[in-house]
């Protein structure tokens, strides 16, 4: 009985992603909107010696899907794609939205990792980012996002009198 109820749910999600491309993410995020997350990212970047990356896929080929990966590990994928983890101070953090799983995924490297007591950082900010995207306010929703990690890195990685951020990664919203 259970692994009929697996199965539907596989074939559901098979069929979500299915049905969803990037042109769905390009309508949830038009071209204006990305814009201005870019510059909310670079705003924030000013500030501190971080680096924000942020992801917002339509869904998972269907290979991904036959090898069952999870929004999780198809984070952990882009993060190294996108060479969070290739910072100076290993402090980049990426925002992960899987939009055919409804899945939001926060990952920052071990740098940053480090200074925190605890997950509930990104489980508070995953919560508010999850229920802006309810609202159908997904810039919004990631506006806030960045503004609150802006403000982690801020106090844990400052910018000194006389130092600015390399701008180590691209500013931009990766829609795929």
């Not at 926060?106 to 508010?128: F, I, N, P, T």
């Not at 503004?147 to 106090?155: D, H, K, N, Y």
């Not at 000194?160 to 701008?167: D, E, H």
């Amino acid at each position: 009985m259970q692994h009929q109820s697996d199965s539907r749910s596989g074939l559901a999600r098979w069929l979500r992603h299915l049905a969803t491309d990037v042109g769905d993410a390009r309508r949830l995020l038009p071209e204006a909107a990305c814009q201005r997350l870019e510059t909310c990212v670079r705003s924030s970047e000013a500030r501190h010696l971080g680096e924000l990356r942020v992801c917002v896929e339509a869904s998972l080929t269907p290979y991904q899907l036959w090898c069952g990966v999870t929004a999780r590990q198809r984070a952990v994928e882009l993060f190294s794609q996108l060479r969070v983890w290739d910072t100076e101070h290993n402090n980049g953090v990426l925002i992960y939205l899987l939009l055919s799983d409804r899945r939001i995924e926060v990952l920052a490297d071990r740098g940053l990792m480090h200074k925190l007591d605890g997950s509930d950082h990104w489980e508070q900010l995953v919560a508010s980012l999850s229920d802006h995207l309810g609202r159908h306010q997904m810039e919004q929703g990631l506006q806030h996002a960045i503004e609150q990690i802006g403000a982690l890195l801020q106090r844990h990685y400052p910018v000194l009198k006389g130092q600015r951020n390399a701008n180590e990664l691209p500013d931009g919203i990766v829609l795929i």
